[in-house]
């Protein structure tokens, strides 16, 4: 896991380098969907509601396309987990882009396989220069892995 953090801040701040990035931050709630009901998720093992927060640096490239990873903290129950998503940005319009990429994810405490590899799928729609909401979903590419249907706001510093 420190190798996979270190190897996205090193990419990260190598984008720096190249490029006008635009930092911010993001927080809101996330629903959970488990494909599975063998599991012990609590009264409600379908749905459990959480939370999140983190970072985001958005690298512009060319013709409306950016790199924007992100590093997220995230709670669900019982779990508490870091999620790395490494997202290409399309500006659809000015005020409405979409997200697609992968997203690493380390577990603190999830059973044995405390590290997962998932694919997210978001749009993001800006109020103003600084604040935006945005939708995420994320699906779970193993057997034992929920879904996710993320909604929040983001402030860019």
Known sequence: MKKTVLLFLFFCFSLIGSAQATFGVKGGLNFTFFKVTEGDFGTNPDIETGYYGGVTVD???????HIQ??????????????????YL?????????ILVGPSLNYFFDFFSNNFKVRADLSLDYDFSSDLSMHMKYTIGLEEFSPNVLFLGLGYRL
């Open 89 to 97: 940005k399309y500006d659809i319009y000015n005020t409405l882009h």
């Open 69 to 86: 990873p992100e590093l997220l903290y995230k709670g669900i129950g019982d779990f508490r987990f870091l999620n790395a998503p490494i």
């Open 59 to 65: 690298f512009p490239i060319d013709n409306g396309f």
